[in-house]
């Protein structure tokens, strides 16, 4: 049985790429960060049968401690890695950018040279961004676009990125980068602009909201679907040599062509609705994302599945029905 390891397995891809990988029948291995609430609902339903040997086992860890992460290498002895762990949130790493460094860049060091330390290294996979090529130089963007990092995350993931390529070339590790584009789901952070659009214009739906607040709406972004996202993401590991790849849909659409799906499927006008403030505006921008997935189609065999249209409906539908559960509670006075 192989083993996996997965950094992030409480977030939105670690639950989706947690699904993958005990249904191709992996032992997964999920680091959790300590906290005083619980966090794990996003991976809850994936313990189905308490008789059963668990094949998901969580420990904790955190990327800001290197001994913590070697002994946990050490013990697990893993077949593969998987790095999802960040502060992944852009205007957040302008108000925490150190923090953000120490995790999503030192992190990603400090878990490499706990790597290099195992007899047979593990397989490495990083989860590299878009956000790299910020101020895009070229459009679309693919492996070979330079990247032009535009806040201290995006500054962080080309760190990462440039170690991931290293580890690979000065030890020889198989260490891969995914350049994911955009990816959201009904499991998106509430705080990133697709999620804020399909919780807010569902609650305004049902009369539990009065206004959206939102910052830059011209920004257009090359928007997928995590579910599908993953599914590459365990390709990347699979391919007969390391190496890295852009992972997009190929399509770009504005923060308003996402008001325009999400309000019009709900016959709402969202003009009605919306407001720009500017405590939303970054410092530095990223205005224009589109990826060329060309490479990953040809050497893995991936292509993004949901589209625009059905990934806004997904996430209108699976925000409806807890706008539906909340209005039943204000409805009782809760
Ligand atoms: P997410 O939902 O924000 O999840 C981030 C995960 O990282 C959570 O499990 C979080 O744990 C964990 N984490 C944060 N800081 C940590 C630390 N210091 N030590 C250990 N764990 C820590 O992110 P996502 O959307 O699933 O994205 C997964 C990865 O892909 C991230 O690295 C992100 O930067 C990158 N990425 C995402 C996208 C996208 O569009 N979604 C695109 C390109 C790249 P808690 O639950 O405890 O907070
Ligand atoms: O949804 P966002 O916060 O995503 P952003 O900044 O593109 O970052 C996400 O995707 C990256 C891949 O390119 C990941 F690496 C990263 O971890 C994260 O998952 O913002 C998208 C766009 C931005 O241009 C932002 O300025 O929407 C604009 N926007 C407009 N109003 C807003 C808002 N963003 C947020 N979060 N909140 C708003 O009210």
């Known amino acids: 049985m192989r083993k996996a390891l997965v950094t992030g397995i409480t977030g939105q891809d670690g639950s989706y790429l947690t699904e993958l990988l005990l249904k191709k029948g992996y032992e997964v291995w999920g680091i959790i960060r300590r906290s005083s609430s619980f966090h794990t609902g996003r991976i809850d339903h994936l313990y189905k049968d308490p008789h059963e040997k668990p094949r998901l086992r969580l420990i904790y860890g955190d990327l800001t401690d290197g001994g913590n992460l070697s002994s946990i290498v050490s013990e697990i002895q893993p077949d593969e890695i998987y790095n999802l762990a960040a502060q992944s949130h852009v205007k957040v790493s302008f108000q925490m950018p150190i923090y953000t460094v120490n995790t999503d860049a030192l992190g990603t060091l400090r878990l490499l040279e706990a790597l290099r330390s195992m007899k047979r290294p593990a397989k490495f996979y990083q989860a590299s961004s878009s956000e790299m090529y910020g101020k895009v130089v070229e ?115 504005s923060v308003r062509e996402f008001l325009d799906e999400v309000f019009g499927y709900l016959e709402l006008d969202w003009k009605k609705y919306v407001e720009v403030d500017e405590k939303y505006f970054r410092p530095t921008e990223v205005d224009f994302l589109q990826g060329d997935a060309g490479k990953a189609e040809k050497l893995l065999g991936w292509k993004s599945k949901v589209t625009f249209k059905e990934l806004a409906r997904m996430m209108t539908d699976a925000d409806m029905k807890i706008a539906e559960n909340e209005k039943i509670l204000a409805d009782h006075g809760r």
């Not at 399909?198 to 928007?223: C, M």
């Not at 390391?242 to 399509?251: G, M, R």
């Open 139 to 253: 459009i679309p963007q693919t492996e070979k676009t330079p990247f032009y990092p535009r806040s201290p995350y995006a500054a962080a993931k080309a760190y990462s990125f440039w170690q991931t390529v290293n580890y690979r070339e000065a030890y020889g590790i198989f260490a891969s980068n995914g350049i994911l584009f955009n990816h959201e789901s009904p499991r998106r952070g509430e705080t990133f602009v697709t999620r804020k659009i399909t919780r807010a214009a569902t609650r305004i739906k049902l009369g539990l909201q009065e206004k959206l607040f939102l910052g830059n709406l011209d920004a257009r972004r090359d928007w997928g679907y995590a579910g599908d996202y993953v599914e590459a993401i365990w390709l990347v590991l699979q391919h007969d040599k390391s190496d890295d790849f852009v992972i997009a849909t190929n399509e770009s659409h």
